[in-house]
């Protein structure tokens, strides 16, 4: 068992991380494809390391809520793209805009 923070401190710098607080944080939010998690004033490390980073998040009270997903067909979001010569992600939100419609979504995204 360790000593204290000076010893954990010093063993996060062996094995290369970087650690410290983040500090005044309102809310950490995680989204999953059927819901949304809200952890409501946590408390937020970040352990930097040469190729990654690791969030430790501590949280009291959190709130879910299902998320509404929209579901468009893989075809749909193609011509969108190739049609306005935008991302996946950007066909996607402007589908999701436009409620679907394909033709408002090639406009929005080429004017």
Same mark, same amino acid.
């Given at each position: ?11 996060? !710098?062996? =094995? ?9 944080? !309102?809310?950490?939010?995680? $989204?999953?494809?059927? $819901? ?11 352990? $930097?390391? $040469?190729? &990654? ?7 009291? !009270? ?8 929209? @579901? ?8 969108? =793209?190739?049609? @306005? @010569? &935008? &991302?996946?992600?950007?066909?996607? =939100?402007? #589908?999701?805009?436009?409620?679907? !419609? ?6 929005? #995204?080429?004017?």
């Amino acid at each position: 068992m360790m000593r204290g923070n000076r010893e954990m401190r010093r063993m996060l !710098d062996k =094995m290369g991380l970087n650690m410290q607080e983040l500090g005044n944080v !309102d809310e950490v939010v995680i $989204k999953t494809d059927t $819901k949304e998690i809200f952890l409501i004033k946590p408390q937020v490390i970040e352990m $930097k390391g $040469k190729d &990654s980073t690791i969030f430790q998040i501590v949280a009291g !009270d959190m709130e879910e809520r299902e998320r509404e997903v929209p @579901s468009f067909k893989e075809e749909d979001i193609i011509l969108v =793209m190739q049609q @306005s @010569s &935008s &991302s996946r992600e950007k066909a996607i =939100m402007a #589908l999701t805009d436009t409620k679907g !419609d394909i033709a408002q979504a090639i406009l929005n #995204l080429t004017t």
